[in-house]
């Protein structure tokens, strides 16, 4: 048995069980597997450190004053959204709905529970404030400290399937290092989503039993859609890691998608 679960296995694009194993329960603490500076080495690009410099820097010394809901105001929403997308991206994410607050954009949103939940930002009083902590990190390293720490808790505590209607699926989530490895190993070039989606599909066979089998969507389409959108696109294009050739709700409708990794994947783990 412990040679069974030390021998490569096929499914895994060359991890063992064992190693698969690790990949799954202990991704931050196996150190012979991979490894994640606390500082990195480059100034993080992306709409998630992107976003919370925005944030942070409408902070400020005074705070930032919030929506009687509790979030960003509505002004800085849209700031952001605009400096983060661009001009012809900002204009086809609002072509049908302006954005009023920041749940009207996702990225911001989840930004700033990444960083409240990192312990980078705090409510008082009705008003926004950074941390001691954030403020260390910030003079230390500025983003570069910062990104390790955003990054750990989006990859293993803030919901993945936050927001969207796809079953629970929590081995999407769980096997973020796995997804990681596939973009360090083939992600040097362009390839199609479906690249990704089948080596997911072929390392967790077991996923597809909890998709419903529909006439009108096929589980095994419901399967490869939570994936690429879950894993992909809100979790490494949104941290910074990979890019896809289409860009806002284009890619929600479309099939043939390409994606490929970025330079700061290599600076974001070993």
Not at 3 to 24: A, I
Not at 131 to 146: D, H, I, N
Not at 154 to 175: C, E, M, N
Not at 224 to 250: H, I, N, P, Q
């Amino acid at each position: 048995m412990e040679d069974r679960n030390s021998t490569q296995h096929e499914g895994f694009d060359g991890l063992s069980p064992m190693q698969m194993h690790r990949f799954l329960t202990a991704p931050f603490d196996s150190p012979e597997l991979a490894r994640f500076p606390e500082v990195l080495d480059c100034e993080p690009r992306g709409p998630m450190p992107e976003l919370f410099r925005c944030i942070h820097d409408a902070i400020g010394e005074k705070g930032l004053k919030t929506t009687p809901k509790g979030n960003l105001p509505r002004a800085l929403s849209r700031d952001a959204a605009q400096q983060v997308m661009g001009a012809e991206l900002y204009a086809e994410f609002t072509n049908y709905a302006g954005i009023n607050s920041e749940e009207d954009y996702r990225d911001l949103f989840v930004t700033r529970n990444l960083a409240t939940m990192a312990g980078l930002l705090r409510k008082q009083h009705g008003r926004l404030f950074r941390t001691r902590k954030c403020e260390r990190l910030m003079q230390s390293g500025s983003l570069a400290a910062v990104y390790p720490g955003l990054f750990s808790v989006a990859a293993t505590k803030f919901h993945w399937g936050y927001g969207d209607r796809f079953p629970d699926l929590s081995i999407v989530q769980h096997s973020f290092l796995f997804t990681l490895r596939q973009l360090h190993r083939h992600g040097g070039e362009w390839r199609n989503t479906r690249f990704y989606e089948d080596a997911f599909s072929n390392a967790y066979p077991t996923a597809l039993e909890e998709c419903p089998d529909l006439d009108f969507y096929p589980a095994e389409k419901l399967l490869a859609g939570c994936y690429r959108v879950r894993a992909l696109e809100r979790f490494t294009v949104f941290c910074g890691l990979a890019e896809m050739d289409l860009v806002g709700k284009a890619r929600l409708m479309a099939e043939d998608l390409r994606v490929r990794r970025l330079p700061l994947l290599d600076s974001v783990v070993e």
